[in-house]
């Protein structure tokens, strides 16, 4: 981009080698750093319930004192925007009361009996993935980037590849425990608070602090068999992913991954166990540093024609996290290389966190405008549709697609409010599909001009027209007003009143917008206050 900034255009020059020789090594670093020191800190301290009350009561007291000094800020928490997963970078906390949550990072119970795991909002699933495996269990819901926190899940944006069975991740919770802005320890279920238990998924924090939260887990094989079916037109793709998705026993696990506008490979999965040397040589260790890229592989079909093969479990669940999904090779355009992989490939990907932090403010700005990080959950049934606007709007490949099961609770539904008209015939529930699209546009690629505000904008009017949902921690270019209208505020805000948490807490806008000064609105914000006075008069 010829006319983007001097420090865009430095950080483009340099990226290769910074990745290669500061970010990756200092990733690595980092991740043995965390893996020793948390074996060290069980070893020490074995955790107890006792000292997961202190730490609430900690959070409390933060609270208690807020209270006292006159409430004169709104709260968040201190963590910094760039250990977060979302595209934002700049702080927009400023002028906040911070309070201290960071602590709270501990597994603290495992009910095998009952088939719940207790945990504290900052565990990441890959520290989920190391404690449960072992064990013979996985999340029912195991998202599958490693960094990715349980809070941030359960409070935001969660799904996976079997989501199509069991619906977003908020939908394997059991119980929060959260500190209200008074100070106050609430445990709520579905039924002991209904109210508060379905408005918390999709609040992102504008409730209280969540300290704790009880998941289902569930059996996990050794293995995943894995069935990779090649398409060849959206229509194709999009019969046999609705075929497959509303099966009432169908495979555990099923996803797709669009290569170009017709092409697309369906993967169809489910836990296995070895027990026979042929289906032992049939093993691929995919996440094997020498390994090619699982989407690389995963294109293969479309040359060779239909395969199975079986994954560790493991691998399965954490297959992106060495390419970053496909984002890796924007980056290091070789990183697939079999020598790169030779060479580099042992240390692993960089952390997403620290790509941010490197970046830098002006950095962000400019690739908010020249590189897309999109999704958007819309209607299965639409999924051809979606894949055409994608092409149009991005022309980003390989295209995510992860069908999900969204239920329907009446007034009890919270922020994700479906149709009654997109569900299925006889279900309290439909059939929607995560659409992915991340990377640098096809025009951006070829040296034409893109508008990431029209081609955002458009993107999200399309999906609140279709009775779907964008991804909050993405880049979104709407006003507060258009996300009222893409999500049903209706119970979260009933909520927030009645604990005090709406002069609290900002709203779900104030913490999932850009940062200040990335995006002007005005010449929108003016056409709605425009027709407001219209409608008033």
Same mark, same amino acid.
């Given at each position: ?140 819901? $195991? !998202? ?13 944006? *969660? ?26 320890? $609430? ?25 704790? !939260? +009880? ?70 260790? !995919? ?83 020249? $590189? ?11 999924? +051809? ?30 922020? !994700? ?8 015939? *006889? ?39 279709? *009775? ?31 604990? *005090? ?32 006075? +219209?409608?008033?008069?």
């Amino acid at each position: 981009m010829a006319n983007a900034p001097w420090q865009f255009r430095l950080l483009a020059f340099v990226r290769i080698p910074m990745l290669m020789f500061v970010v990756i090594p200092l990733s690595f670093a980092l991740y043995w750093i965390r893996l020793w020191g948390s074996y060290v800190y069980w070893a020490l301290t074995c955790i107890r319930t006792d000292t997961h009350q202190q730490r609430v009561a900690s959070v409390s007291r933060q609270l208690i004192a807020w209270n006292k000094s006159g409430r004169a800020k709104k709260l968040r928490t201190s963590r910094a925007n760039w250990l977060s997963m979302s595209t934002r970078l700049l702080s927009n906390k400023q002028g906040c009361h911070l309070i201290d949550v960071g602590h709270l990072s501990n597994i603290l119970h495992l009910d095998e009996k009952e088939s719940t795991v207790t945990i504290e909002p900052m565990v990441t699933f890959g520290q989920l993935t190391d404690y449960l495996m072992p064990r013979g269990l996985c999340m029912k819901c $195991h !998202i599958e980037m490693e960094s990715i926190t349980v809070g941030g899940a359960a409070m935001g944006f *969660g799904l996976e590849t079997n989501s199509h069975a069991v619906g977003f991740f908020q939908e394997t919770v059991v119980e929060y425990e959260l500190v209200t802005p008074d100070g106050e320890v $609430h445990r709520v279920t579905a039924d002991s608070d209904p109210d508060l238990f379905y408005a918390l998924p999709w609040s992102y924090g504008t409730i209280g602090f969540i300290t704790s !939260i +009880k998941c289902r887990v569930v059996k996990a094989a050794p293995y995943i068999h894995v069935e990779y079916t090649p398409t060849f037109s959206g229509e194709e793709l999009s019969r046999k992913l609705n075929s497959l998705a509303s099966m009432e026993k169908g495979p555990d696990f099923l996803e797709a991954t669009a290569y170009d506008k017709e092409k697309a490979v369906i993967q169809c999965a489910s836990f296995a166990h070895i027990e026979t040397w042929s289906q032992r040589f049939m093993v691929n260790h !995919i996440n094997w540093w020498w390994k090619p890229f699982y989407y690389k592989w995963v294109e293969t079909a479309l040359s060779r024609g239909a395969f199975e093969e079986y994954i560790p479990t493991k691998h399965y669940y954490h297959r992106f996290t060495r390419s970053i999904f496909w984002e890796l090779e924007d980056m290091i355009p070789f990183s697939n290389h079999w020598l790169y992989r030779l060479l580099w490939g042992w240390m692993g990907a960089p952390e997403v966190s620290l790509l941010k932090l490197f970046q830098g403010p002006v950095v962000r700005r400019s690739s908010m405008y020249a $590189h897309a990080v999109q999704e958007s959950i819309v209607p299965l049934k639409i999924l +051809k549709e979606g894949i055409d606007r994608f092409d149009s709007w991005y022309g980003i490949y390989p295209l995510l697609i992860f069908p999900v099961r969204v239920y329907d609770r009446g007034q009890k539904s919270g922020m !994700i409010h479906p149709r009654k008209s997109l569900l299925t015939k *006889g279900k309290s529930y439909g059939m929607w599909v995560d659409i992915g699209a991340y990377g640098v546009p096809r025009q951006i690629k070829e040296g034409k001009p893109w508008s990431a505000k029209k081609v955002v904008r458009e993107m999200e009017h399309w999906c609140r027209d279709q *009775g779907g949902w964008q991804a909050l921690y993405t880049d979104i270019f709407c006003t507060e007003k258009e996300l009222q209208q893409m999500f049903d505020h209706s119970l979260l805000e009933k909520v927030r009143k009645r604990f *005090g948490s709406d002069a609290a807490f900002g709203s779900v806008y104030s913490k999932v917008r850009p940062e200040p000064g990335m995006l002007d609105l005005s010449d929108i914000l003016a056409e709605e206050a425009k027709e407001e006075g +219209k409608e008033e008069s």
